[in-house]
């Protein structure tokens, strides 16, 4: 069974870093694809970053040169380095796991599944 945990969340003033975590078990974790994806309110859930199984990468415009992704497959985690944070960065951040040995990973939220319950991020002005 998937599981997937999150946790880093916090209030940052605009500027500040926040660093995620994503704690995954109940597979094998080192072979998925793994993404980052973030809902505020009134609005859809949108893709963030994601990255494969041997490390490649990719991120939303909204977020390149600040928020970087990583993933220690021996400690079933995933982590994002959020810096240069921005009001408009607020919402609820979920992790989820992707395709199983994707060349190139993409946010396409409907290739992803067993999503944590997220964790806040809050930037004030």
């Known amino acids: 069974q998937v599981q997937l945990v999150e946790s880093g969340g916090g209030l940052v003033q605009a500027g500040g870093s926040l660093r995620l975590s994503c704690t995954a078990s109940?597979?094998?974790?080192?072979?998925?694809?793994m993404g980052w994806f973030r809902q505020a309110p009134g609005k859809e859930r949108e893709g963030v970053s994601c990255?494969?199984?041997?490390?490649?990468?990719d991120y939303a415009d909204s977020v390149k040169g600040r928020f970087t992704i990583s993933r220690d497959n021996a400690k079933n985690t995933m982590y994002l380095q959020m810096n240069s944070l921005k009001p408009e960065d607020t919402a609820l951040y979920y992790c989820?796991?992707?395709?199983?040995?994707?060349?190139?990973?993409?946010?396409?939220?409907?290739?992803?599944?067993?999503w944590g319950q997220g964790t806040q991020v809050t930037v004030s002005s």
């Open positions: 989820a796991r992707g395709p199983r040995l994707q060349g190139s990973c993409r946010t396409e939220k409907y290739e992803y599944s067993g």
């Open positions: 109940g597979f094998p974790f080192g072979l998925y694809a």
């Open positions: 990255i494969n199984w041997s490390g490649v990468s």
